[in-house]
């Protein structure tokens, strides 16, 4: 993004050296800094007295006051922020992401990546800002296929959708699993200048570790044993459209290094190639995973993290807009309705009664999965009875839970074990495991391997 007029920046860090990179990088760039506070109070003066219109802050200061704490004071007056820090533990990334910043960069940093994140995050500022007069902000669901419900936090998701679509934002879906994060990106790639382009639908878990390049950026002739054609990777696939990268969280760290070069150079390099190649395309990527946490695990890259995330969208578990439960049974039943060939004219009260007071841990995807049995099992004119899972019983396993509360993770495992169990160890085709728990056997894999479970579910 260019600049009409110098943008007035206030450095708050109390390291000298870093203080003064900083400003001779920002100055270079044609921003004006108006002063460097190595105090909270200091910079209290500086914003009163300069009215900054970005600030650059650390979050270890002087004194007893953090950079956090006046994140929160420039929430409130509307000044726009970011966090340059060498601090990325899991417990201070969770406070950072509270104030809500604009972007988030660690110590040691390169020039180019500063005025990387500054770009993206004036960007987002634009975005939620200064929108454009002809955008129309929807949050009606019939403006969206098969997105069904009227809670307020689906509308809220759907004005995010509105606001963004007609961008080339990279957008980051979080949620958990079975909240319809693929029908979220399908949805934004729908209302985009996009839409007549295709959009690439890339399942992180599901790639091979040895061909994750390979099929991500294609590959020569001859370029490995097996190379026998020139493949075209998802990316050139995808050129002109949208790429969804979903469970883009089980990306190796190596992976995310080359994915991190793609999205700053925009191009590409077949695997045994020579040359580079263009790619004009926009990236949806989504996780079922607390990415701050596992940036502060080291298993995902903060640069990429803050790349994915210019405009998050998180996705509500279906526990907690309960209100969408019989609008999305009813969408549900009138498809199974003609897929089964029947004509059930709806629920009884105690189905209805059922389904309100169902918590929903596997979320929309669950409700859909019950549907369909339900359909497939009533016998009158409507469905009388919701076959809800019993509680799966609890697993002879040492676990972290306090009080009593397992984590989603412990749950998950217990889940997955009681299926293998309930199919005697198998796990795909027919009466396996991943047929009864309704997902792909590469995804099933993937999970086992992240929690631990062996084959032999021993």
């Known amino acids: 993004m260019k600049m009409d007029t110098k943008e007035k920046i206030l450095i708050v860090e109390d390291e000298f050296i870093v203080a003064n990179d900083l400003k001779i990088i920002l100055k270079k760039a044609g921003y004006e800094v108006v002063g460097i506070a190595p105090s909270v109070p200091q910079a209290r003066e500086l914003i009163k007295s300069k009215k900054p219109d970005w600030v650059l802050l650390d979050i270890i200061l002087k004194g007893d006051e953090t950079g956090i704490d006046l994140a929160w004071e420039l929430t409130e007056v509307k000044i726009p922020f970011l966090f340059i820090s060498a601090n990325t533990n899991e417990s201070t990334l969770e406070a950072v992401k509270k104030t809500q910043p604009y972007g988030f960069m660690v110590k040691p940093f390169r020039e180019k ?11 987002r500022y634009s ?28 509308k809220e998701i759907l004005k995010k959708i509105s606001i963004v679509a007609p961008t080339d934002t990279s957008v980051l879906i979080l949620g958990e699993s079975g909240t319809g994060k693929e029908k979220i990106a399908h949805a934004i790639h729908d209302h985009s200048f996009r839409k007549d382009k295709p959009i690439v639908v890339v399942n992180c878990a599901a790639l091979p570790i040895s061909l994750i390049e390979s099929e991500l950026f294609g590959h020569e002739k001859g370029s490995f044993t097996g190379a026998n054609v020139r ?7 995808a050129n002109g459209g949208t790429i969804f990268l979903d469970e883009i969280g089980e990306l190796p760290l190596d992976a995310q290094v080359k994915l991190l070069r793609v999205l700053q150079e925009k ?7 020579d040359t580079t190649v263009k790619v004009d395309v926009r990236i949806v990527a989504a996780t079922n995973r607390n990415l701050e946490h596992e940036v502060a695990e080291g298993r995902f890259r903060l640069d990429l993290y803050y790349r994915l995330n210019v405009f998050p969208i998180e996705l509500p578990p279906l526990r907690d807009r309960i209100e969408d439960v019989i609008s999305l049974a009813d969408y549900f039943l009138k498809k199974f309705n003609i897929k089964a060939r029947k004509q059930l004219t709806g629920f009884s009260n105690s189905a209805l009664q059922e389904l309100r007071q169902y918590n929903w841990p596997g979320n929309i995807r669950e409700l ?12 009158g004119t409507e469905i009388t009875h919701i076959d809800l899972p019993a509680a799966i019983p609890t697993a002879q396993t040492n676990t972290s ?9 412990e749950m998950e495992r217990e889940h997955i074990l009681h299926a293998l169990n309930t199919c ?17 056997a590469t995804s099933l894999y993937s999970k086992m391997k992240k929690l631990g479970i062996k084959q032999g579910h021993s």
């Open 113 to 123: 990546d500063l005025l990387v994140m500054l770009d993206i995050a004036r960007y």
């Open 127 to 154: 975005l939620v800002n200064d929108l454009p007069q002809q955008t129309v902000v929807s949050n009606d669901a019939q403006a969206f296929d098969g997105i069904i419900g009227q809670s307020n936090a689906l």
């Open 231 to 237: 493949r075209i990777g998802k990316f050139e696939q």
């Open 267 to 273: 191009e590409i390099e077949r695997v045994g190639g």
């Open 368 to 379: 859909e999965h019950l549907i369909e049995r339900s359909t497939l099992l009533a016998t």
């Open 401 to 409: 839970s306090v009080g009593g509360v397992k984590s989603l993770e």
């Open 424 to 440: 005697g160890g198998k796990v795909f085709g027919p009466g396996g495991a991943a047929e009864l728990l309704k997902i792909p």
